[in-house]
């Protein structure tokens, strides 16, 4: 059965921003840290930012104060506010529980 399911990735102009949601089954995200990571072509996949079930974040040195991630837990719902976007965003974005892998929203950076 599916159990993260992503969603928002599309394609946007430089400097523009995207919300990202990743829907996971209650069993999977309640109590877990998730994650959100990212593969470009050719690039191995880069963690992107992380939350606690408490609301504590940490994010990759590449998105820091760019990105935003946040959580609904009474929804099971994870979220990635994506703003200042460059080229070099652009890649397949993943939802993460441990174990578990989404199957990626693509999100274009380009002009």
């Known amino acids: 059965q599916v159990q993260l399911v992503e969603s928002g990735g599309d394609l946007v102009q430089p400097g523009g921003s995207l919300t990202l949601s990743c829907v996971a089954s209650?069993?999977?995200?309640?109590?877990?840290?998730m994650d959100w990571y990212r593969q470009a072509p050719g690039k191995l996949r880069e963690l992107v930012a992380t939350?606690?079930?408490?609301?504590?974040?940490t994010y990759g040195a590449n998105v820091k104060g760019r990105f935003t991630i946040s959580r609904d837990n009474a929804k099971s719902v994870m979220y990635l506010q994506m703003n200042s976007l460059k080229p070099e965003d652009t890649a397949v974005y993943y939802c993460?529980?441990?174990?578990?892998w989404g199957q990626g929203t693509q999100v274009t950076v380009s002009s």
């Open positions: 209650r069993s999977i995200f309640r109590g877990n840290v």
């Open positions: 993460h529980a441990p174990g578990t």
């Open positions: 939350i606690t079930v408490g609301g504590i974040t």
